[in-house]
């Protein structure tokens, strides 16, 4: 089952953080991306630049109006994402209560089910 | 033997063989199940081209072999290590084995079954490493088959050896007291594969139907080897049996079509034929297990005309062996259907009570979709409507969501 672990976070946090706070983060990323890999459980995952350089598009009337900017006004930011195939969705929770995001209070991830193709007839 | 359709199929055949001797011979399963991978990818490159071999395993044994002293000669070299290699210097003379050589084929395969089924590995790992060592498919394939990148696929097969190896785990069929156990397992991987396969058949991706039809060719294989076990033949049958709504089973958009608005003339009937004998035999000689008792379900559906006339006191009957056998909430929910159609949809909707304060089903989307079903049924179409929609909700299956979301739509009024 694959699960996709969407990464909310405060934009610009890492500022307030020593060198060796960030350190010990991207080395707790690159230690679960590796256990990862070789668990055979990663499928993929991708970090998005700063929401500063985020545009919105929406109808207005009936034209797509960009505005620059995020779509949510929140304290959080949509970051990244990382997605997992694994055995159970308490897997893919422990997987998510291992990133350092959570680990430090920095950040949520929500873990959501990917929706597959397959199905049976009821 | 001609054409690349015809050399898979002997390649899947001669798969587990030659990886059998192998590892009889030499001991190294990771080594050995590497090695036949690419003595595989070799003949699936060149038997097309240049025509099949007059003794197709001799030739994959001599590759692979020498794809063997490849790996250790270059291990020797950089370790540089005098002892491993005086070990090992037979195991090269030993190579290049005659081509016509008589192997116990049979235990082989039974064998690399029981060991890709070791309880050291989690069930995924278990089902990757079966299609592979056993069922002859490459990693591309099986990456294709799961809708996963192949680095994803090639990482979970190399853990699973490394995790055998670590066990400890021996190239034996395993002693007495674990091998129920092991064989349960096995059986239900394959069962899995095949769960894979037939359910993603609606989808757009045809190459995971493959599952299905290798799924049923290596449990017929289990069944040649293990004829006395009445679960394998419940197995085999309870594939064959649903296998055979196949074609009738979605609609021309993709869409599922249920049960009882299946087209029955589209059924496979030769499929069908099969599946009722091996379940009807095993039935006379074997204590009822819940594949057998699966299968006879199934082909008390197979052989009703219609929906209407199917004998559904016998199918509670059945359910209710079911229920005895294997427990389960599934065959609870399940059983509550049947009911409904012997005793009415009341009587349905009781059952399904005591599901609700169970915690393994409580919030299950199938919980919700009997409900809709039998709320339907009864006339009470708001209610129907709205257990249809949570089911929708609860599904991660686009086609189910689909057909869960359309029924809702009907009990609300706009057909």
């Known amino acids: 089952m694959k699960y996709m672990l969407l990464i909310w976070n405060r934009p610009g946090f890492v500022e307030a953080l020593t060198e060796q706070e960030r350190n010990e983060i991207f080395g707790a990323v690159d230690e679960i991306m590796k256990e990862l890999t070789a668990s055979g459980e990663l499928v993929g995952g991708q970090a998005l630049a700063d929401p500063s350089q985020t545009r919105t598009v929406r109808l207005a009337g009936d034209r797509a109006e960009i505005t620059d900017g995020p779509f949510l006004e929140s304290k959080e930011q949509f970051a990244g994402y990382l997605t997992v195939d694994c055995d159970s969705p308490e897997r893919a929770a422990e997987i998510a209560a291992g990133w350092p995001d959570v680990r430090r209070g920095l950040g949520v991830l929500e873990v959501r089910p990917v929706m597959g193709d397959g199905g049976t007839e009821m | 033997m001609s054409g690349p359709g015809a050399v898979e199929e002997l390649l899947r055949g001669l798969a587990p063989q030659v990886l059998g001797i192998l590892v009889r011979r030499h001991g190294q399963f990771h080594a050995c199940e590497d090695a036949v991978q690419e003595a595989l990818l070799a003949a699936a490159t060149r038997w097309p081209a240049e025509g099949v071999p007059e003794h197709p395993r001799g030739w994959l044994l001599t590759v692979a072999g020498r794809r063997l002293t490849d790996e250790w000669r270059s291990e020797r070299a950089r370790r540089e290590r005098e002892v491993a290699v005086a070990v090992r210097e037979p195991a090269y003379a030993a190579l290049a084995p005659p081509p016509d050589e008589v192997a116990p084929a049979d235990d082989d395969t039974l064998r690399l079954l029981f060991l890709c089924c070791h309880p050291a590995l989690n069930r995924p790992a278990q089902v990757a490493l079966t299609l592979r060592a056993v069922g002859g498919l490459s990693t591309a394939e099986i990456a294709r088959a799961h809708l996963l990148p192949e680095p ?264």
């Open chain 2, 152 to 415: 994803t696929m090639s990482q979970r097969i190399r853990r699973a050896k490394q995790r055998i190896e670590a066990a400890g785990a021996r190239f034996t069929l395993p002693a007495p007291a674990e091998r129920d156990e092991r064989l349960r397992a096995v059986r239900q991987v394959l069962y899995l594969i095949f769960n894979e396969g037939y359910t993603a058949s609606s989808g757009p991706d045809l190459h995971r139907t493959e599952l299905t039809a290798e799924a049923i060719r290596l449990t017929r294989e289990l069944h040649r080897l293990l004829p006395d076990d009445g679960e394998v033949t419940g197995l085999l049958a309870l594939m064959l049996l649903t296998d055979a709504h196949r074609p009738a089973r979605t609609g021309p958009a993709g869409e599922l079509v249920p049960l009882a608005e299946q087209d029955r003339g589209r059924w496979d009937r030769a499929a069908i034929a099969e599946g009722v004998a091996l379940v009807t035999e095993a039935l006379t000689w074997s204590a009822p297990g819940p594949y057998q008792v699966q299968a006879a379900i199934a082909a008390v559906h197979a052989e009703a005309p219609s929906a209407a006339e199917t004998d559904w006191p016998q199918v509670v009957a059945l359910y209710g062996v079911l229920a005895a056998v294997a427990p389960s909430p599934i065959v609870d929910l399940n059983r509550a259907v049947a009911v409904a159609m012997v005793d009415g949809p009341e009587a349905g909707l009781a059952l399904l009570a005591p599901l609700a304060g169970d915690e393994r089903t409580a919030g299950h989307h199938r919980l919700a979709a009997v409900r809709g079903h039998l709320l339907e049924l009864a006339g009470d179409r708001p209610a129907a409507r709205a257990a249809y929609l949570a089911a929708a909700r609860g599904t991660t299956s686009v086609a189910e969501r689909r057909y869960l979301e359309l029924r809702a739509a009907r009990a609300g009024g706009d057909r």
